[in-house]
Nanobody, 125 residues
Framework: QVLLVESGGGLVQAGGSLRLSCEGS????????MGWFRQAPGNDREFVAG???????LLSDSVKDRFTISRDNAKNTVHLQMNSLKPEDTAVYFC???????????????????WGQGTQVTVSS
């Protein structure tokens, strides 16, 4: 089993940066494709970025020029570097582990069986 804990969220002005971290415990996160999702109140959960065990990554079109996903398997952590933040980036950000035995990043939340509790990101205008 895997326990995921996000950190690094907070309040930032538009144009600023934040770096989110996801630390795993239990089964090493290196066994999984890892993803970041976000959800604003009243909205559906949205795929943001994912990274495979070997480091191949996929980002949503809305963030691909501004965000970077990375992983450090030795430390059992995944990071999301968020630059040039916009108010529309405001959401709770969740870290998740794909439990469908995949080596390919997938956008659909149904493939991810382990989820963190989320960390709030608020971007002011």
């Amino acid at each position: 089993q895997v326990l995921l804990v996000e950190s690094g969220g907070g309040l930032v002005q538009a144009g600023g940066s934040l770096r989110l971290s996801c630390e795993g415990s239990g089964r090493p996160s290196s066994d999984y494709v890892m993803g970041w999702f976000r959800q604003a109140p009243g909205n559906d959960r949205e795929f943001v970025a994912g990274i495979s065990q070997s480091g191949n990554n996929l980002l949503s079109d809305s963030v691909k020029d501004r965000f970077t996903i990375s992983r450090d398997n030795a430390k059992n952590t995944v990071h999301l570097q968020m630059n040039s933040l916009k108010p529309e980036d405001t959401a709770v950000y969740f870290c998740a582990a794909d439990t469908a035995a995949s080596y390919i990043v997938r956008r659909a939340a149904r493939y991810y069986g382990y989820w963190g509790q989320g960390t709030q990101v608020t971007v002011s205008s």
